[in-house]
């Protein structure tokens, strides 16, 4: 079974694909993570993460890049952002994704093309979104625990700014895709979220078996 879940950045889709893979026993893949490797290569390397041609050559990321704190960043989000609009970063990125998914005991994946273009077979489908104001509360939440002290309005306009480009590159836009069911996190707690992404993946499941 492969579960797609898809959303805007901090709307609680990486928490509930971590709570969905363990509850379905299922491997995950956070496909952000890839094109969060491929930003940091690039910026590291000294190149332009807005040049298509400079990107790609961070497409060619060290495995070790998966255990750096800092691809976890806001700041290598930015840079994910910018390099995802690229075609051909997409392109070099998509084998390593449809593997996964397609690997005989099933995935979670979560990211923003899942549903539509990595997986649009998926037999169950989630699009997670909360407001901008109640994700920038949380990434605020997060940047306070590590002793940072952000500024609220400088958050809600990256989180407007990240939607932005993520929704309205011509090549695999974030959307909810066809079929898939819609979860609002804005005034759900993370255990009230996972419980009703549950419900929504057994429901889908469900109406499969009754055809
Ligand atoms: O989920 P995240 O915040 O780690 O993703 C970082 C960026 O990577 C996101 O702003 C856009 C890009 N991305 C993408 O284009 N497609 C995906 N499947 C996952 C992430």
Do not use: W
Request: proline share 5%.
């Amino acid at each position: 079974m492969i579960i797609a879940v898809d959303g805007p950045a901090a709307s609680g889709k990486g928490t509930i694909a971590r709570a969905l893979a363990e509850h379905y026993r299922l491997p995950h893949l956070d496909t952000g993570l890839l094109y969060r490797a491929v930003g940091l290569s690039v910026a590291r390397a000294g190149g332009d993460p807005d040049s298509q041609a400079e990107a790609l050559t961070g497409c060619h990321f060290d495995e070790s890049i998966f255990s750096d704190p800092e691809l976890r960043s806001e700041a290598t989000g930015a840079l994910a952002s910018r390099v995802s609009i690229h075609p051909a970063v997409r392109e070099a990125l998509v084998k390593r994704q449809r593997d996964f998914a397609d690997q005989p005991a099933g995935a979670v994946l979560d990211g923003r093309d899942i549903g539509t273009v990595i997986a649009p077979h998926a037999p169950v489908k989630l699009y997670v979104t909360a407001s901008a104001e109640k994700r920038a509360e949380r990434r605020m939440l997060e940047l306070q625990q590590r002793g940072l002290n952000p500024d609220f309005d400088a958050l809600v306009a990256d989180i407007r700014a990240r939607d932005d480009r993520d929704m309205n590159r011509p090549i695999a836009p974030l959307r909810q895709a066809e079929g898939a069911a819609l979860l609002d996190t804005s005034d759900l707690s993370i255990e009230a979220a996972v419980r009703q992404a549950i419900a929504l993946v057994d429901a889908q499941l469900e109406g499969q078996r009754q055809g």
